[in-house]
C-alpha cells in the first residue's frame, strides 16, 4: 500500500486530493515542520536524497516529487479520466497545465516568499533598504510574470470549468494547490472572476474536502 510522507501545510495535500479522486487506499505518515525556517524534520529529510515534500513510498520505492508521484498512481489506475491520453480533445491542454503548474507558477510563488522573507528576516536597522530593492525586482520581474500567467489562467478557464475542458484533471490538482498558495503569498486580484470560481469548485469537491479532513489544518506558507 503507498504510504504519502505528509509534510504539514506542504504541496502533498496533491497527492491526498488525487489519492481520494481515485477512491485509493493509502496510509498517511504526518510530518511536523520544525525551526524558525518552517523546514521538513530530520526523519523526513532522510527518506529521500532530495528530502522535498511530496513523497511517498510504496514497498522498496521511495518517490518524491509530485508528477513522478502522480504518474506512478495513475499507472496503477488505467483509464482514469485524470489524465487524458493521447488524442482526448482535453489532451494538449492537460500537458500545458500540468507541466506549467511546476515549471512556470511554482517558481514565481516560492520567489515572492523568498522575497517577504529577504525583508522580514534581515536586522530591523537596514529592513527598509532591502525592501526598497525587493520591491524594485518584484515590479520589474516578479509582478509582470506572474500577472501574465494568471491573466491566461484567466482566459482560460473562461472557457471551461476545469483548466483542460469539463473533465477535472490532474493538472487542476497540482494548479489548485498553486492557486492556494497565491491566495496567502500574492494575492488573488477580485477582477479574476473565472479563477476565484475554479477556486470554489475545487473547495466544493468532496475528494478535495475527504483530503482536507486527512490533511488537518492546512495553512500554506506566507512568509
Not at 7 to 35: C, D, P
Not at 61 to 85: C, F, K, N, W
Not at 110 to 132: D, H, N, Q
Amino acid at each position: 500500500m503507498i504510504t504519502v510522507h505528509h509534510l504539514e501545510n506542504s504541496q502533498s495535500i496533491r497527492i491526498l486530493w488525487l489519492l481520494e479522486e481515485l477512491g485509493a487506499e493509502y496510509h498517511i505518515q504526518h510530518y511536523q515542520r520544525v525551526g524558525p525556517q518552517t523546514l521538513a524534520p530530520e526523519e523526513y529529510r532522510k527518506l529521500h536524497t532530495i528530502g522535498t515534500s511530496p513523497t511517498i513510498t510504496d514497498g522498496d520505492l521511495v518517490l518524491p516529487e509530485t508528477g513522478a508521484i502522480m504518474d506512478y498512481i495513475l499507472d496503477q489506475h488505467p483509464g482514469s479520466t485524470l489524465r487524458p491520453e493521447p488524442g482526448h480533445p482535453q489532451r494538449n491542454r492537460f500537458l500545458y497545465w500540468m507541466h506549467a503548474s511546476q515549471a512556470s507558477y511554482m517558481p514565481l510563488l516560492l520567489e515572492s516568499l523568498i522575497f517577504k522573507r529577504m525583508i522580514s528576516k534581515v536586522p530591523i536597522v537596514i529592513r527598509p533598504i532591502i525592501a526598497m530593492v525587493v520591491n524594485k525586482v518584484r515590479e520589474g520581474y516578479l509582478w509582470p510574470r506572474y500577472h501574465r500567467h494568471m491573466e491566461f489562467m484567466e482566459a482560460e478557464l473562461s472557457r471551461s470549468n476545469w483548466l483542460s475542458g469539463e473533465e477535472l484533471t490532474t493538472a487542476d490538482i497540482v494548479m489548485g494547490y498553486c492557486l492556494q498558495v497565491a491566495e496567502v503569498r500574492t494575492g488573488i486580484d477580485p477582477k479574476y472572476l473565472h479563477i476565484h470560481g475554479f477556486l470554489r469548485r475545487m473547495r466544493e469537491r468532496p475528494a478535495y474536502q475527504r483530503a482536507l479532513d486527512k490533511n488537518g489544518v492546512f495553512d500554506p506558507l506566507s512568509e
